[in-house]
């Protein structure tokens, strides 16, 4: 079958080969026929190496597809069955699982050390276990969540990572309060989820901060109330808030600058959401006394912060109901052929997100 491959960490361009097999079939196990998945910043994260992932590897981790076949005690879904790929299924037993904690839970991270595709030339991982950049995927059964009937494909595909961590991060993770002050920095497919988690919450003023004009532009179209460059934030604080800072301030980049400046746009007594998946070895500084006088919650969010099944019936019902814009976040649709020149506009900040159809 045809997979994109990136042989060596570091390496920016895929190799889209045809001699790819996915293998790991057996009891608890599903084969995906993918027919979209989406282009996340975290698949370049794991390319250049911010996101630890032994190689080769095949990324992508948003997917939906039809499942093909199920290996012995598979139940809740059959041949034919429409699925969105979980690239995190909790395990429903350990202590986070235990706590209600679901999306802290550890197993899914154990399929991530265990090659899912083979070549001639040896074993290939795929990317957080999955590895949606191929026609076909064998993961864990509790990978393989069912989708409606009426849940396009490349949409279920962004609920399966996207649009669930940049929403749950505002609904679960910092809980907004309506009329409150919002400013996001970072206004790519999660960024702008976020925005919409916080018009969906009432939020009064949302602020939308990235460099890239045309993601601004998009973000006004989302539900942000302004959108302004990064040297512009400060103005926004000292316009919107006399200068107090915003009630919250969700950083989507994955930087401990932008984390930083995240920290100094929030008000004392307001809320830090860290959304963006950084760097083992990249810091975010903050001294002692700030963090005592200025009480100021720093909220790390994973993957939405909540359950992922229900977060994934709340995407659903809530784009069913014309309450979230699920489809304008899918700026680019092409074939897997043209995955490098998705990587390029994913790069440039272009595309909000890429869905590749295969």
């Not at 979209?36 to 590897?57: E, I, R, Y």
């Not at 003023?205 to 990235?210: E, H, L």
């Amino acid at each position: 079958m045809r997979a994109a491959v990136l042989h060596e960490t570091g390496q920016e361009k895929l190799e889209v080969l045809d001699d790819v097999e996915a293998v790991g079939f057996g009891a608890g196990k599903v084969k995906i026929r993918v027919r979209a998945t989406g282009l996340c910043h975290s698949d370049l994260s794991a390319m250049n190496g911010v996101l630890p992932q032994p190689g080769p590897f095949v990324p992508g981790h948003e997917g939906a597809g039809e499942i093909v076949d199920v290996g012995e005690g598979v139940t809740h879904v059959g041949p034919g069955d429409r699925v969105l790929v979980c690239w995190l299924p909790a395990c429903g037993a350990c202590p986070s699982c235990r706590r209600g904690q679901t999306h802290l839970c550890l197993a899914g991270f154990m399929n991530a050390g265990v090659p899912n595709f083979k070549r001639a030339a040896g074993d290939v991982f795929g990317f957080a276990g999955t590895g949606t950049f191929a026609e076909e995927v064998v993961v864990d059964a509790k990978c393989a969540v069912p989708i409606p009937d009426d849940v396009p494909f490349d949409i279920a595909a962004l609920i399966g990572c996207g649009v669930t961590t940049g929403l749950g991060a505002a609904v679960n993770t910092a809980d907004v309060r309506a009329g409150s002050s919002v400013a996001v920095i970072g206004c790519g497919g999660v960024g702008i989820s976020a925005i919409q988690g916080a018009r969906l919450k009432g939020a009064a003023q949302i602020v939308a901060v990235d460099p890239v004009a045309s993601r601004r532009e998009a973000a006004l179209r989302f539900g942000a109330t302004e959108a302004v460059a990064p040297d512009a934030l400060d103005d926004a604080k000292q316009r919107l808030t006399s200068g107090e800072g915003f009630d919250y301030v969700f950083e989507v980049v994955g930087k401990s600058a932008t984390a930083r400046a995240a920290y100094e746009n929030t008000r004392r007594g307001g809320t830090l959401c860290v959304v963006g998946a950084g760097a083992l070895d990249d810091f975010l500084q903050v001294n002692m006394f700030e963090l005592f006088f200025d009480e100021k919650r720093i909220l790390p969010s994973m993957y939405g912060g909540g359950d992922v099944l229900t977060s994934y019936e709340r995407a659903i019902a809530l784009w069913r109901a014309g309450r979230i814009d699920l489809e304008g976040l899918i700026t680019h649709r092409v074939p897997l052929a043209s995955v490098n020149d998705a990587l390029d506009q994913m790069r440039s900040g272009e595309a909000l997100r890429t869905c590749i159809e295969l």
